[in-house]
Every structure is written in structure tokens, then in C-alpha cells.
């Protein structure tokens, strides 16, 4: 933008019209000044907060008497309280108008004024809802990044906490914020981030989980790369430990980087608790997994192909409940594993309260209805439920649904070649889970490769005072958190 050109008030008005044609959320405010200076307001109506400029900014502008000269450092002067500056690129312009900036132009001053006016967020924090929490904090991400780079503040008053932001979408424009803390963070795992996030190129990018798609390693695998939270204690965990987190500006979700298998086995109410609590829950939770992905194929592959390996009086039993049973096992259970998909969708498309209530008396109801009908037998309804209880207790969303469609593939596997194409499917996800990353960090860490230093932390909770180290696969040189024995007297 040539500064020889923008003479008067309204060359500098065509020149951003021009390239906002159409925007009819376009305002443009003419004004003279008291001292009979000629100038104009130009901001995006709803984006930026019309209440500050008509209270505040408005009021001082008109109030320019005719003895003082219009400069950047006037300007600063009679809006200390807000971010000002000028410029004179038509980009920097537009990009700063879109933005929620109010942009300023005035007879006398050759370049263009860009004061921030961004409206803040009507939605205040509220109580995470994905992952829920007992004894954890109440508060949540909200839908504005810098409103959840604040959240972190509050956790880490550390000048250490380094926050860098970019651009993502040639449309949308979205604002991605990239936060790690200097001397903790992997720099490697950093520099991974930055080169995945500046490879992007697409037109928008509006959540969270369309960033998670972009960068995660393997687009192919049904397992997460890429853990999503809405909890700010999980995220400050997580920079402590050396991860980075990503926020989506108009996204109340948080990305944290690397992310292992392992991890999905933890709750962060896991440290909340006693050590021998927490490391109960997590050893329920991984029976739990267990019983979740293997316990349906294990029940059709001993039905169908190995029964002498059931004991006899349970066979006897299992045999007569299956005596006016038309299908075979493994059709039960695919048509009850799709009813339970049904209820669990309907669930969560219905309101909060009558989704529960469809689900709990859904499943009863047509439970109880196909085991009178004779469609399927009540050991197969048993060990459904069992199967669907036993998967609620993953804590991580992405990672439950993984296993869903893990215990799909055996099932299929298991009722087509028995305990062998059981063992021989679950030998391809352990071969595909070895060969996945995240971020250049091993899906398998600690046990593949093995570091026996991070298995402290793994499955059983050691007392706090002797979990003094970060996992060696993220810290980059301070793997030594800060720890003083307490002396008793």
C-alpha cells in the first residue's frame, strides 16, 4: 500500500472496502473531531465489543483538540489501556480488522491505526464434560484460546511457560497457540510440532479435532495419536511432564503431544487419590480393558471351535440356553453389539436426562424381549453387558472407541478361525502398535523400547515423594522434577 495514494478520508476507506466487498457486517463510522479533524471508525460489527467503542474509544477520539498533533505516540497516550499500533500494509490491515481490531484513519496521519477492541467470549469457564472428575478442578476450556492461555496462567506463574501463535486456514485464518515450558520440553518433539503446523495448507480450520487429523503420524490407525482434553489440571500435567498443547481458537478442547498408549489407561483423579487407590483403579481399569477387547471373541471362539476347553457344567448350562437358539454365537453377538451402538448414539443425541433413561430401560426392555423371543441366549446377553460395562471404564473417549472396533475385528476373527485367529489378530495390533509414533515418540514407550525408569508411573502409583522423575521420552534435560525430603522429628 503506497502511501501517495491515500490522501483523503475516503481513498483510505475504499482501500479496505475493496478488499471487504460484500461484508455487509462491515461498519464504517465518519467523524470530526472537536478541533475539526476529519477521521473514521471502521470495525466488523459482532466480532469486535461495540460497548467499548461507544463508551470508550468513540468519546476520547472526538475529544482531539486542535492543538495536538496526531501521532502513534499521541494515539498511545490517549489509549494507554488499550494494544495500539499502525501500519500501513494492506494485509497487516485486513488481517487485524478480521480479527476484532477497530482500524482508525485520519486526515493528517498517513498510515492506518489498528486498536484492539476483540470482543471477549459471552461463555465462561464451566465444568469439563468429557472428562469428568471428583476431586479435580470444576473449570474447563471455554471456546477462546487466549481466554485458555489465561486458565494456564493461573496454574503456572512461571516465566519459563513460553506461548507462540499462528496462523492456520487461507479462509478461516484461525489462530493455533502452541504452549511448552522452556527447559522441560523435548526439542525435538517442538520442532515436530512447528514443522507439521506450517505444513498445513487448507482453507479453514474451525476445531480441535480437524488439527488433531492434520497432525497425527498415521492417518490409517483406529488408535489415537492425539489425546484431546478439556481440563486445565491435565494440561498443566502435561507441560510439566514436556509435552506442548495446542489450542484451536473457537474450540474449548486442548491438544497435548505426544500422547502413548499407556496414557490411556490414566486419570489424572489417579493422583488425586492415595497412591495404593490410585493404583487399584488403574489395575481395575486395565482388567477392565482386558475384559472389554478379548472377553466376546474369547466366548465365540470356545463355543464354536474349542468347547472342550469350558468346563462341563458350564457347557451343559451354556448348551441348554442355546437349545431354541437359531444363530450362531457370533451373530448374537454382532446383532447385540450393534443394539448396544444404537443406545449408546441415541444416548447422546437425545437429551442429557432421557438419554439415560433410553439407554437403561432400552436395554432392558429388548434385552429381556430377544431372550423370551429366543434370538439370543442369556449367557450371550451376560457377557454383552459385561463387555459394555467393563468398556465404560476407559477414561479417554478416542481410546474407548478404538477398542470398540478392536473387539469387533477379533470377534470377526475369533468366529472364523477360533482361538487361533484370535491370537493371530491380536498378534497384528501388537505389530501395528509397535510400529505406530506420535510426534517421533514410540506408541509403546516404556515397554517398547523399555524404559524401566518410567514404569514407576505405569500401572501401580508410587507415594508422591518418590515420583521425582519426568518420563525420560519427554523431558529434554530437566528429567529431575524439584523434590525435598520432608524432615520428621
Not at 461484508?23 to 460489527?45: E, H, K, P
Not at 432421557?354 to 423371543?373: K, M, S
Not at 472407541?401 to 478392536?406: A, D, G, I, M, V
Request: with cysteine; aromatic share 10%; charged share 20%.
Amino acid at each position: 500500500m503506497h502511501k501517495s495514494i491515500l490522501k483523503t478520508i475516503e481513498e483510505k476507506i475504499e482501500t479496505i472496502l475493496d478488499e471487504l466487498k460484500n461484508c455487509n457486517d462491515l461498519y464504517v463510522r465518519r467523524f470530526r473531531t472537536i478541533s475539526g479533524q476529519n477521521g473514521a471508525l471502521l470495525f466488523i460489527q459482532g466480532i469486535s465489543d461495540e460497548k467499548e467503542i461507544n463508551e470508550n474509544i468513540f468519546p476520547q477520539i472526538l475529544r482531539i483538540g486542535k492543538e495536538e498533533k496526531i501521532t502513534e505516540a499521541f494515539l498511545l497516550e490517549t489509549f494507554p489501556y488499550c494494544q495500539l499500533k499502525t501500519s500501513s500494509t494492506k494485509n497487516e490491515i485486513i488481517d487485524g480488522i478480521l480479527t476484532g481490531n477497530i482500524v482508525i484513519v485520519f486526515e493528517k496521519l498517513d498510515t492506518f491505526c489498528l486498536l484492539n477492541a476483540e470482543k471477549k467470549p459471552d461463555r465462561s469457564p464451566e465444568s469439563p464434560i468429557i472428562e469428568t472428575t471428583i476431586k479435580g478442578t470444576k473449570e474447563g476450556f471455554v471456546d477462546s484460546s487466549s481466554v485458555n492461555v489465561s486458565i494456564i496462567r493461573k496454574y503456572l506463574k512461571s516465566p519459563k511457560l513460553q506461548i507462540q501463535d499462528m496462523k492456520i486456514g487461507s479462509l478461516s485464518q484461525t489462530k493455533v497457540t502452541v504452549l511448552f515450558i522452556d527447559g522441560i520440553v523435548n526439542q525435538d518433539v517442538l520442532e515436530e510440532v512447528r514443522q507439521r503446523l506450517t505444513s498445513i495448507e487448507t482453507d479453514k480450520m474451525i476445531s480441535a479435532s480437524e488439527l488433531e487429523q492434520w497432525t497425527e503420524d498415521n492417518m490409517w490407525s483406529i488408535f489415537p495419536l492425539v489425546r484431546l482434553s478439556d481440563r486445565p489440571d491435565v494440561a498443566v500435567e502435561s507441560l510439566n511432564s514436556g509435552k506442548v498443547i495446542l489450542f484451536v481458537d473457537n474450540s474449548p478442547l486442548a491438544l497435548l503431544v505426544p500422547f502413548t498408549f499407556f496414557e490411556s489407561l490414566q486419570n489424572m483423579d489417579d493422583y488425586y487419590e492415595k497412591w495404593y487407590v490410585g493404583s487399584m483403579v488403574r489395575i481395575v481399569r486395565l482388567i477392565a480393558m482386558l475384559i472389554s477387547i478379548f472377553l466376546p471373541s474369547l466366548y465365540v471362539a470356545l463355543i464354536h471351535f474349542n468347547p472342550e476347553l469350558i468346563p462341563s457344567d458350564l457347557l451343559v448350562a451354556i448348551a441348554h440356553t442355546r437349545v431354541k437358539v437359531p444363530f450362531p454365537a457370533i451373530w448374537e453377538l454382532l446383532l447385540m453389539e450393534l443394539m448396544i451402538e444404537i443406545f449408546r448414539e441415541a444416548g447422546v443425541r437425545l437429551p442429557k436426562p432421557l438419554g439415560q433413561t433410553v439407554g437403561i430401560v432400552g436395554g432392558i426392555v429388548i434385552g429381556e424381549a430377544a431372550v423370551q423371543a429366543n434370538i439370543v441366549g442369556p449367557i450371550t446377553l451376560i457377557v454383552v453387558g459385561i463387555t459394555a460395562m467393563a468398556s465404560f471404564s476407559t477414561p479417554h473417549y478416542s481410546m474407548a472407541f478404538s477398542f470398540r472396533l478392536l473387539r469387533l475385528l477379533l470377534i470377526i476373527g475369533a468366529g472364523f478361525f477360533g482361538l487361533f485367529g484370535l491370537i493371530l489378530g491380536f498378534s497384528f495390533v501388537l505389530l501395528h502398535l509397535s510400529s505406530l509414533k506420535s510426534f517421533g515418540v514410540p506408541y509403546l514407550v516404556p515397554f517398547a523400547p523399555t524404559k524401566f525408569r518410567n514404569w514407576i508411573d505405569l500401572f501401580i502409583l508410587f507415594p508422591i515423594r518418590y515420583r521425582t522423575m519426568r518420563p525420560t521420552y519427554l523431558a529434554d534435560k530437566k528429567k529431575q522434577r524439584k523434590w525435598k525430603p520432608l524432615k520428621r522429628g
